[in-house]
Nanobody
């Protein structure tokens, strides 16, 4: 069974930094895109950043220049380095990965359990 386990959330002051990690565990054949989403209270879940298995990245306009997504394929792990954090970045952050569990099988969407990021003085 595939699981995504996140870590690294917490409370930080405006202007501060945090690094989120998400590791895929279990039995699977390959991982395609990996990404981070977030959901603030009363709002819909939104895409923050995504990285392909080839290393191409894309970001939400609201985080460009402040957040950096990266991945370590050997560790099946995706990271989100967040800098210059703002109160409006406060949300639950979810890891997402598109995973092929076996050769020739369809890609399946997996989600982490979510980690709270709070930006407040």
């Amino acid at each position: 069974q595939v699981q995504l386990v996140e870590s690294g959330g917490g409370l930080v002051q405006p202007g501060g930094s945090l690094r989120l990690s998400c590791a895929a565990s279990g039995s699977f054949f390959s991982i395609n895109d990996m990404g981070w989403y977030r959901q603030a209270p009363g709002k819909e879940r939104e895409l923050v950043a995504i990285i392909t298995n080839g290393g191409s990245t894309s970001y939400a306009d609201s985080v460009k220049g402040r957040f950096t997504i990266s991945r370590d394929n050997a560790k099946s792990t995706v990271y989100l380095q967040m800098t210059s954090l703002k109160p409006e970045d406060t949300a639950v952050y979810y890891c997402n990965s598109k995973i092929r569990v076996g050769f020739g099988t369809l890609l399946t969407n997996y989600w982490g359990q979510g980690t709270q990021v709070t930006v407040s003085s």
